[in-house]
């Protein structure tokens, strides 16, 4: 099946310092990828819709210049959360959409763990 | 933005017991999704219902949808302690692939 991977699983860093997650559909083209963010025992909520070869939807709420997101292929979809501070410690998950029949399935990235410290 | 409640947010059951979970939402939607995920992992797509069926069969998993009420329920049979996880259900619209949410419901079977 369809296999989507994010890079890195856990990162902690220095408060203030840029991280940067990769998300890549590794046996099929993805126009569009999907980013979430969990706190620990909540939801996935979305934080933005990646376009390949375009700028990213980002949802109300999410600071744009906050979360950077690059689509520059149709395999990888980055995230970098800038001048990253304790608040931004969450699970961030990726996903992407297989074209398999509008989007109706989507498969996920196994998540990236973010300590800021 | 959140759309989906589900309830319970916590169930505790022992194995070989049935486990429900029910999903509302508040939108018109495309399809519906359950998902699994355990602690700290990705999520694990569990099966989708479709806006004009009304009951799904995969497995010991049973997924209905009452568009009427905007309700889903997932039943999981003859529990066993590896299905130990949180479930969220999902909605997806006709806008390709973006889905919305739900609370989740956090399962816990002891064996």
């Known amino acids: 099946g369809a296999v989507v991977s994010q890079h890195p699983s856990r990162v902690i860093c220095k408060s203030g310092t840029s991280v940067k997650i990769e998300c890549r559909s590794l046996?099929?083209?993805?126009?569009?990828m999907f980013w979430y963010r969990q706190f620990p025992k909540q939801s996935l909520m979305l934080m933005a819709t990646s376009n390949e070869g375009s700028k990213a939807t980002y949802e109300q709420g999410v600071e744009k210049d906050k979360f950077l997101i690059n689509h520059a292929s149709l395999t990888l979809s980055t995230l970098t959360v800038t001048s990253a501070h304790p608040e931004d410690s969450s699970f961030y998950i990726c996903?992407?959409?297989?074209?398999?029949?509008?989007?109706?399935?989507?498969?996920f990235g196994s998540g990236t763990q973010l300590s800021v410290l | 933005s959140q759309q989906g409640e589900e309830d319970p947010q916590a169930l505790s059951i022992q194995e070989g017991e049935n486990a429900t979970m029910n999903c509302s939402y508040k939108t018109s939607i495309n399809n519906l999704q359950w998902y699994r995920q355990n602690s700290g992992r990705g999520l694990v797509h569990l099966i989708l219902i479709r806006s004009n069926e009304r009951e799904k069969h995969s497995g010991r998993l049973r997924v209905t949808l009452d568009t009427s009420k905007k309700s889903s329920s997932l039943l999981i049979t003859a529990s066993r302690a590896a299905d130990t996880a949180s479930y969220f259900c999902?909605?997806?619209?006709?806008?390709?692939?973006?889905?919305?949410f739900g609370q989740g419901t956090e399962l816990s079977v002891k064996p």
């Open positions: 999902a909605t997806g619209d006709n806008q390709g692939g973006k889905l919305i």
């Open positions: 996903s992407a959409d297989h074209r398999q029949g509008a989007g109706e399935k989507l498969f």
């Open positions: 046996d099929f083209q993805a126009t569009t």
